[in-house]
Structures are given as C-alpha cells and as structure tokens.
C-alpha cells in the first residue's frame, strides 16, 4: 500500500510527463500516460502510457527513454519537489490488455 505522498507525488509525474510527452512528440502518433509507479523512498518513478496507433509503439518508447533527462529538467521546473526521481518510462501493457479483453467481451 502506498503512502499518501507517494501517491500525490505519482500522480503530479504523470500529469506533467503527459504534458511533456504532447509537447515534445512529433505527433505522429497519440502518446497517453496512464499512470505512475513510485518508489516507497520517492527516488524512482516509472511512467507507463500507451500509443495509438500500436505501430508506433517501440519508436514511442525509444523517444520516452531518449528524452529522460529533458524530462526531469521539466519536472525541476514545473514541481516544487526538493529531489527529482530517477524517471523511466514503460509501455502500459495492461492497459493494452484490457482493451483487447474488452473487444473479445465486445464480439
């Protein structure tokens, strides 16, 4: 079970990394941050989202990884925190998961 702060802390990440991904992408295709994972210790957070089309995935995921450190440069801007977390980023494979359960449940 996670801490209270560690839950505020995931959650101001994925919305800003959200915001980041939309300015900084090439639009070629839809980059969602769905959610955050924190460290107990607040040092680590691994930010999932999911792509559309899926095609563009892998290029999705190598852009997140290329602009890690951009990215905390942002966060050192727009957050108040006093110690940036190690960031990583993820493709949300169970959001991916859900959605093609929910098409099976669908036919």
């Given amino acids: 079970m996670s801490s209270r ?3 505020q802390v995931a959650e ?13 992408s090439n639009h070629q295709s839809l980059i969602t941050v769905t959610r955050s994972d924190m460290s107990p210790d607040l040092k680590n957070v691994t ?3 999911s ?9 999705a995921l190598q852009f997140a990884k290329r602009v890690r450190t951009d990215f ?15 960031v990583d980023f993820e493709l949300d494979l169970g959001e991916k998961h859900r959605q093609k359960i929910d098409t099976l449940l669908r036919k």
């Fill in 5 to 7: 702060r560690q839950t």
């Fill in 47 to 49: 930010i999932y989202f």
């Fill in 12 to 24: 101001l990440i994925a919305r800003l990394a959200g915001e980041f991904l939309e300015r900084e």
């Fill in 51 to 59: 792509v559309l089309p899926e095609k563009f995935e892998q290029s």
């Fill in 72 to 86: 905390r440069e942002y966060l050192k801007k727009k957050s108040e925190m006093k110690f940036l977390p190690t």
